[in-house]
Each structure stands twice: as C-alpha cells, then as structure tokens.
C-alpha cells in the first residue's frame, strides 16, 4: 500500500494517517501550539467540574475494588493542559487523595503552573494499579481512510498538506481484513466478478456505481493504541470517552473532520485544525469490556441533572442558584443529540466491572 506519493508538480501525497500524525503531532502540529485544545473546542471536562467529580468517584470505586492500595494511580490520557488530573485530584476525599498519584500523558510539553504532584509523561506508566481514563484520546489517534472507486475497489485515500485528495492503492492486507470485519465496503472480488448475460452485467454496474464513494475510516491503529493503554495497567480499570459508532450504524461515508477557533471545519493536514474521527468503540473493546452510553454512565456515578426544588429558592436563594447551575452543566453532560451520546468503553483489569459495584 502506498503512504506517500510524489506527483507531477512535485506535490507530496500522504495516507491520511501519515499526514495527521504530521499535522497533530509534529514539531509546528496542532497540539503544540501555545493554546492548547481549549482554544478550540470543549469536552466534558471543560464543560463542567462535575465531570472531573464523576471521574474521581469512579476513581473511589475502583480504589475499593483493588483493596485501597498504598499508592492509587489516577492515569490522564491525552491530558491536553492537564485539566482532567486536576481536577480529579482536587475532588478526591482526602484519605484517598493522599494515596493518589496523578500522570498526565501527552505528547505536548508541561505546562507551565501545573500541580508538582503530577506527573507529565509522552506514554502511559507501566503496571500501575488504579484508573487510566482516555477522555476524546483514541479520535485523534491517526489512521488511514479507505474509499470505493468506480470500480467498486477499495482504496486507500492520498492527500495532500492543503487537503486535496485523491486515491492511491488498493486496501489489502491487515487493513483490509479489519475493514471486513468491523466496517465492510464492496469489495474488490465483487466488482469485478464475471457478469452472465448482458442483464446480469447492467444488473452489477448499477451496483458498483450505487457504492462510488462510500468511505470508511480504518481503525486499526486505534484498536493497537487501545490495547497498549490497557496493557499499562496492572490492575484497576481503563475507560476509554469518546464519540462513537458501533457496527450497525457505520456512517457511509466517514467522519473525518476538523475543528478549529470551536467551529467545525475542513481536516487540512497542515497543522491550522484539529483533524478527528468518531470511533469504532466495538473494534477497540477487548474481552469483559462493557460498552455504555455517556448519560448512563455518568447518572451511575450521580450526574442526574434535575432541577433543584422550588422550595430550595425561598429558604436558600444562594443555594438554588448553584444548583440551578449544576443542574443546567449535568444537563449539558448527559444530553441525547450531544455530549450524553458519547460512548463509554470500560475494560476492567483483574477487577469487577466498577460500575457495577
């Protein structure tokens, strides 16, 4: 399969997973600029500190299902500025947080100011017992982009730095086996299969014609990226968030985007915009993962999101406002349509699923 090209005019075409790993993650990439990701668009966690405060009871669960170790790790993946970390650390009950201790992975450098409690690490601490969680991480893990020719073949998309593209080679190999598996396409063998009869051959070129264009995002180097960060963890349970589609509902034709200045946009590799796709959360799963939606998960740790009652107004006005408050940012959380829908992929490790407990 073909990852770079070089064209007529001298212009270098890229697999898109070359090209993002460039554009997000190279020394002018997206991530190293001086804004970090807050600059441009908004997760859970900075949405609202009751996310952070979700995690760190879920972080108290597993505490007790490991048997309230010593030492206690709390594991922030992609931790951006270290917001997530923070803030599960700062809402921690004390007795457990003086056990905790806080990693923030990120390919970025430190920020300047961050808690010296935590510690700032490119890849994930090995065997540590506790909580690795991976808010929005695995969508910005770089992977290639496949797209069905007129031919009904395969191919790899090629772009180029201004986000131009076109199609390169045939998908084969171990990206066309996961896309048999967990995102099928049309492919190759049936388009070019021997037509009896001038019927049946108009009969298959108004099939072939029908699938012209239809793309899938290959997940594979996700699925790797996953078990690896499970891998990191001895004992405890690993929680990958992120917005997602299962196998029965694979958009047809990809979900690659950028976001940038908080407003969606074209994915132009070249470092000005983040470029993400939604996840395959059932390819990433490994064996005794659970798979549930944002707004169930966070009502099992105590996001409900209900008004406060009327009456909190009259003897405690203060008090009603805050919760009003609360109530709108659990709102905003849980939300069908929006955050709510998000999907949850929880892999326990030697441990009981923690929110079952």
């Known amino acids: 399969m073909t990852g770079r090209v070089t064209g007529a005019a001298g212009d270098v075409w890229h697999g898109w997973r070359a090209a993002t790993e460039e554009a997000l993650y190279g020394p002018s990439g997206f991530y190293r600029r001086p804004e970090g990701p807050a600059g441009h668009f908004r997760t859970s966690v900075h949405a609202s500190s009751l996310f952070a405060e979700a995690v760190a009871r879920l972080l108290c ?33 004390p007795e457990v947080a003086s056990r905790t201790h806080g990693y923030a992975v990120e390919r970025a450098e430190r920020p300047s100011g961050l808690d010296h409690r935590i510690e700032w690490l490119p890849e994930p601490p090995g065997g540590v017992t506790g909580l690795l969680f991976a808010n929005e991480w695995l969508d910005n893990v770089p992977l290639d ?68 264009g239809l793309r899938a995002e290959i997940g594979r180097p996700r699925d790797a990226a996953w078990a690896s960060a499970v891998a990191s963890v001895g004992r405890g349970l690993a929680v990958a968030v992120d917005y997602a589609h299962t196998a029965g509902a694979r958009p047809p034709y990809g979900t690659l985007t950028g976001f940038r200045e908080g407003r969606e946009t074209a994915p132009v590799p070249d470092g000005s915009c983040d470029i993400t796709a939604h996840v ?62 998000f999907g949850w992929l929880l892999q326990p490790v030697g441990i009981p699923d923690a929110l079952a407990l």
Do not use: H, I
Not at 77 to 91: D, F, I, P, S
Not at 161 to 170: F, I, N
């Open 280 to 341: 395959a959360l059932d390819a990433c799963a490994l064996p005794g993962a659970r798979l549930l939606t944002q707004r169930n998960a966070l009502r099992a740790l105590g996001v409900a999101g209900g008004r406060p009652p009327l009456s909190l107004a009259s003897t405690d006005p203060a008090a009603y406002v805050r919760a009003l408050a609360g109530a709108g940012e659990a709102a905003e959380l849980t939300a069908p349509g929006g955050l709510g829908d």
């Open 61 to 93: 669960r597993v505490d007790d299902a490991v048997g309230r170790p010593s030492e206690l790790a709390f594991v922030d993946m992609a931790a951006g500025r270290g917001e997530l970390v923070t803030g599960v650390l700062k809402a921690l009950p």
């Open 145 to 212: 982009v496949a797209q069905v020719d007129t031919d009904g073949v395969r191919r790899l998309v090629l772009v180029r730095r201004d986000g131009t593209e076109r199609l390169g080679d045939p998908v084969r190999g171990a990206d066309a086996e996961w896309l048999d598996r967990w995102w099928p396409l049309p492919a190759e063998e049936t388009a070019e299969e021997t037509a009896e009869g001038a019927a049946a051959s108009a009969v298959e070129g108004a099939a072939a014609s029908a699938v012209e």
